[in-house]
T-cell receptor, first 114, second 114 residues
Framework: AQSVTQLDSHVSVSEGTPVLLRCNYS??????LFWYVQHPNKGLQLLLK??????LVKGINGFEAEFKKSETSFHLTKPSAHMSDAAEYFC????????????FGGGTRLMVKP | NAGVTQTPKFRILKIGQSMTLQCTQD?????MYWYRQDPGMGLKLIYY???????DKGEVPNGYNVSRSTTEDFPLRLELAAPSQTSVYFC?????????????FGSGTRLTVV
């Protein structure tokens, strides 16, 4: 069985400072991992994905994530937060044994202060 | 290219009423999914389909039914609405059941049962 734990339900940063959103996963096999972003009253947008290629994955809007198998982590980072980054972020895992069913973490709400 | 289209965007139902949430995709994706998102939570899988004529239960199927008569359409039926079904519903599609393919999500249907 696969599961995802997002370690912080809320993260608050000042504009221009780094962002770190933490995610740990559990999967029986080599997983695929995703980060999705959801702006208020909007659908989900794919930020980036890891699919067993390079462990450092670059996504849209300056975000990146590093897959660390030994730590079962897939933390999302951005060097400098922008006001438009304020949103809900979901870490998601899937593996072939689960037929590409996505398992979502509980989400992290990112707040960006001026 | 519209992607995944959901209708309606908002709906208020009375307890015991029935309704169908519509979902259409124009990307020729073979996999389609219905998720629900409760406040402050990640998404949970209700039903999914791997192709026309094939559907299967997800994590939280009780109180819902689906059908998949065409590749494009995947409606979700609520037969006897209950307050516990108040949620935001997302339809999604993907090209393949293989891991690594991200989903395309619709913009959601916000349902309130009173």
């Amino acid at each position: 069985a696969q599961s995802v734990t997002q370690l912080d339900s809320h993260v608050s940063v000042s504009e221009g400072t780094p962002v770190l959103l933490r995610c740990n996963y559990s999967s029986s096999y080599s997983p695929s991992l995703f980060w999705y972003v959801q702006h208020p009253n909007k659908g989900l947008q794919l930020l980036l994905k890891y699919t067993s290629a390079a462990t450092l994955v670059k996504g849209i809007n300056g975000f990146e994530a590093e897959f660390k198998k030994s730590e079962t982590s897939f933390h999302l980072t951005k060097p400098s937060a922008h006001m438009s980054d304020a949103a809900e972020y979901f870490c998601v895992v899937s593996d072939w044994n689960a037929g590409n069913m996505l398992t979502f973490g509980g989400g992290t709400r990112l707040m960006v202060k001026p | 290219n519209a992607g995944v289209t959901q209708t309606p965007k908002f709906r208020i139902l009375k307890i015991g009423q029935s309704m169908t949430l519509q979902c259409t995709q124009d990307m020729n994706h073979n996999y389609m999914y219905w998720y629900r998102q409760d406040p402050g939570m990640g998404l949970k899988l209700i039903y999914y389909s791997v192709g026309a004529g094939i559907t299967d239960k997800g994590e939280v199927p009780n109180g819902y039914n689906v059908s998949r008569s065409t590749t494009e359409d995947f409606p979700l039926r609520l037969e006897l609405a209950a307050p516990s079904q108040t949620s935001v519903y997302f339809c999604a599609s993907s090209y393949s059941g293989q891991t690594g393919y991200g989903y395309t999500f619709g913009s959601g249907t916000r349902l309130t049962v009173v």
